[in-house]
């Protein structure tokens, strides 16, 4: 099941692109949607989230029903186990948030949201809202595990609470003073939340999201390349982003900007030999880690267009490398045994990791049957973007503990 807002031109999920770079959104339609296997698998998880859901808060269903849905959204095979933990947190959330309102509030699963007031033809789906007492919740699962997603001025989620006053004016009104934003992403960092007041929200929308979405949707204003490209579809072939990602940086500002003194820089100039200070090494990493990104984005563009037939330039395909394998397994083995070869020779045992069992299991499960049995071997350090969320590590805490008294 595709969310319905991936049609729509400003999308809420695309939003961080849009607001930033007015162009994206009419050059990405020319560019086919496409599907991964990580689409796949958070369209079966959010499907399991809302089955959930709605049994709990909207729709009773006798253990009957339940199971039999239950079963056709596990029998889907972008399914796994890891899924079943992962939407009973969402759902433990979703029942934490109906608690806190005074008295139980009105709940909405699903719900295509219009924020067409704010951005021409801007619609969007809402996993979960609440609404009493003069408060809103606006709730959204995420099944990824790579990058965790802040809630704190999110703008997919903003835009969602836009619509959600939008649609459901006409029943409240103006009442709606204070909206909660919790996205539950429980493979990447688990619940992040944050509160805005409606003036808050509406103040963004009118001096942010309007004067954007009115250029994004004409495609008028400037190419803006930045994070947000990695998930443009023009991303391979846009010219904005090859250019920031090419053009030179002037020889001048490198010097200027480095922590040599200027005596040094003088001499170090005369003598034709400038070494990369710390601060230049950074500039220059942080462009490399882009470029890398770009480099990958370019591959697999060309390798779709050589096998669509086209030509890219300097390049060919060639036959990929064949792997020799058994032709029929079971026919393969019993021929081998009575040849003479070991049954013990044909299977290797190996042990599962903890990643892998803690995912066939279930989270719950494994915490169960794994309890006391995990170690916890510390990773080496990796150097990452100082914009990581992850606190810093310090080598020299890390060399001499923590200083205790006595
Ligand atoms: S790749 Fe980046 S700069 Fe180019 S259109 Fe997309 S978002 Fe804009």
Redesign the pocket.
């Known amino acids: 099941m595709a969310a319905p807002e991936d049609h729509a031109r400003l999308s809420a999920s695309a939003s961080h692109?849009w607001l930033?770079?007015t162009?994206?959104p009419l050059?990405?339609e020319q560019f086919p949607e496409r599907t991964s296997v990580y689409a796949e698998a958070g369209r079966v998880a959010h499907a399991i989230a809302e089955l959930k859901a709605r049994k709990y808060f909207v729709e009773p269903m006798s253990p009957g029903q339940y199971r039999s849905r239950l079963k056709k959204l596990r029998d889907d095979p972008n399914y796994d186990k890891g899924m079943d933990s992962a939407t009973d947190q969402y759902l433990d959330h979703l029942k934490a948030r109906a608690m806190s309102y005074p008295e139980p509030p009105f709940i909405a699963l699903e719900t295509r949201v219009d924020y067409s007031h704010i951005a021409p033809s801007g619609f969007g789906t809402a996993d979960c809202i609440m609404i009493g007492s003069g408060r809103m919740d606006v709730c959204d699962y995420k099944n990824g595990a790579g990058v965790p997603v802040e809630a704190e001025d999110n703008p997919q989620m903003m835009l969602y609470a836009l619509g959600a006053l939008n649609i459901y004016r006409p029943i409240y009104g103006d009442t709606i003073q204070t909206i909660h934003l919790s996205i539950i992403q429980p493979n990447a960092g688990g619940v992040k939340d944050w509160g805005v007041t409606r003036a808050e929200l509406e103040h963004w929308a009118e001096a942010t999201v309007r004067p954007a979405a009115a250029l994004a949707w004409k495609g008028e204003g400037e190419?803006?390349?930045?994070d947000?490209?990695r998930f443009?579809?023009?991303?391979a072939q846009?010219?904005?982003?090859a250019a920031?990602l090419l053009a030179p940086e002037p020889k001048e500002k490198t010097l200027a900007e480095g922590s040599l003194s200027p005596e040094a820089k003088t001499e170090a100039l005369a003598a034709g030999a400038v070494l990369l200070d710390d601060t230049q090494v950074g500039e220059v990493l942080q462009r490399a880690l882009e470029l890398e990104s770009w480099v990958k984005d370019l591959k697999d563009y060309a390798l779709s267009a050589a096998l669509a037939g086209r030509a890219i330039s300097g390049f060919k395909l060639v036959a990929g490398r064949s792997a020799r394998e058994w032709g029929d397994l079971d026919t393969a083995f019993q021929t081998l045994q009575e040849r003479g070869v070991e049954g013990a020779m044909l299977w290797e045992r190996n042990p599962i990791t903890v990643a892998k069992l803690e995912k066939a299991l279930g989270k719950k499960n494994f915490a169960k049957a794994a309890d006391g049995l995990v170690a916890i071997r510390p990773g080496k350090p990796a150097l990452v973007p100082a914009t990581d969320k992850r606190p810093a590590w310090s080598p020299a805490k890390a060399a001499f503990g923590e200083v205790t008294d006595g």
């Open positions: 692109r930033h770079c162009r994206a050059l990405e190419f803006c390349p930045g947000w490209c443009c579809r023009a991303k846009c010219t904005a982003r920031k």
